[in-house]
């Protein structure tokens, strides 16, 4: 049985900041977080939206009531969870009026979360023929203000649909993982803000693709040449970079190419948002989809979560995907935002909503959002 991705969507904050604007803020130079880190805008949350109201957005945009009907699994890939107990998934199953028989639970392990939460579909659809499963990746990236990471902030969600036959990409169950204890990123449960020991990240990144990649070819007997595509987890846009530089001299140069060419169609959304932390690899594959992706291509999917856990596993793009992509709505979504300015940007990033807080609907801009802390408990609401 064919299973892989289905429908895959997307959600992004409606507010956003300029790089150029941050460096300067910052007194940088503008081509180092441009070029040297590859960046063009970051998206930036409402203190009503958190990782709840992100995840049911992109969801929101992908499923129809049929689809809802099919529903016996739903995942969330978060790192920006908002309860130590209740999973991310519990609270969507009002926001989405999603059916009660279904099994939901959250998935932890920084940026790696959303493709656990992928494989475990895999094997869910694969088991249970009709079936189809919800993952979704959403995250707030945060590594506070004037820190080396607060170019690499962001934030938003991605929901893809699991099913067999699916009309995107089929994953070919060809995959290798691994797994070391590694201090490169963390962050406790009483931080807002991740810690990271930033250039060892960077390396312990390219060790993983590498490791990894030697892992897949001997293991399935391929080479670069049976790929046209790699993609990459992309915390920043120049990261994917390094690890395909790695290929430079052991590849073909024309291979070579068409590789660094296609990882540009794949970052273009990315530059536009910042880090998804877990949910970014899946906006890489969307770019992707939407900028230059032909049927039939073979992806190569690098997906790597600090802690840390890597994973290579790849997928065949089904003919007529395009169909199934809503192009025009992601491109408004992202067009149609609002720059703030830098200090705009550090007054929302100090609230800090406690018990007690009520949300003034008249002000929200968005169709899921928190409305109340009551006794500590979130409340969410959904604008019609
Ligand atoms: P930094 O120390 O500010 O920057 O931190 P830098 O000095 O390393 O410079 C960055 C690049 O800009 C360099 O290029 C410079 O040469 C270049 P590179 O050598 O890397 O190719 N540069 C310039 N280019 C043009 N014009 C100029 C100029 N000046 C310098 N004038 C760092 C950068 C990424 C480390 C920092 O932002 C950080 O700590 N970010 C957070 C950690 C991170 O994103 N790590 C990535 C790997 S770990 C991962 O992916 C997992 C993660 O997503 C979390 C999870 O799994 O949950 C983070």
Request: net charge negative.
């Amino acid at each position: 049985m064919d299973v892989g991705i289905d429908k895959i969507g997307f959600y992004v904050p409606k507010d956003y900041i300029d790089i150029v604007e941050l460096a300067k803020a910052r007194d940088i130079d503008p081509d180092k977080f441009t070029i040297g880190i590859g960046q063009d805008k970051q998206a930036v949350p409402q203190p009503y939206q958190d990782a709840v109201t992100l995840a049911a957005s992109s969801a929101d945009s992908i499923l129809s009531a049929d689809d809802k009907k099919d529903i016996g699994l739903l995942i969330v890939g978060t790192e920006s969870s908002v309860d130590e107990s209740k999973s991310t998934a519990a609270f969507l199953v009002d926001l989405l009026d999603l059916p009660e028989d279904i099994r939901s639970f959250e998935i932890k392990q920084a940026c790696f979360g959303a493709t656990a939460g992928l494989q475990s579909a895999y094997d869910f659809v694969s088991l249970n023929p009709g079936k189809k499963a919800l993952v979704i990746a959403s995250d707030i990236a945060r590594y506070g203000i004037k820190t080396p990471g607060e170019v690499t902030q962001g934030a938003g969600s991605v929901a893809m649909l699991i099913s067999e036959s699916p009309r995107v990409l089929k994953l070919e169950h060809k995959s290798v993982y691994m797994t070391r204890n590694v201090g490169d990123f963390w962050r406790p449960t009483f931080s807002k803000v991740a810690f990271a020991r930033g250039k060892f990240s960077n390396e312990v990144y390219v060790d993983f693709f590498t490791t990894l990649w030697d892992r897949y070819q001997a293991k399935y007997d391929v080479t670069a040449d049976d790929f046209s595509t790699m993609l990459f987890h992309i915390p920043y846009t120049k990261m994917g970079t390094k690890a395909l530089r790695t290929l430079e001299g052991k590849v073909s140069d024309e291979k070579y190419a068409e590789l660094m060419a296609n990882y540009q169609d794949s970052v273009k959304f990315s530059r536009e948002v910042g880090n998804l932390y877990t949910g970014s690899l899946y906006l890489g594959l969307l770019s992707y989809l939407v900028n230059a992706a032909k049927a039939n291509e073979n992806l190569l999917l690098f997906s790597y979560g600090s802690g840390a856990v890597g994973e290579i596993y790849s997928g065949e793009i089904q003919p007529g995907f395009e169909k199934v992509i809503d192009k025009t709505s992601l491109e408004t979504m992202l067009e149609q935002r609002q720059k703030i300015s830098i200090s705009d940007y550090e007054k929302m990033y100090e609230v800090e909503y406690h018990d007690g807080t009520i949300v003034d609907p008249a002000g929200v801009d968005a169709k899921f959002y928190l409305s109340e802390i009551k006794e500590n408990e979130r409340i969410y609401k959904k604008n019609n």
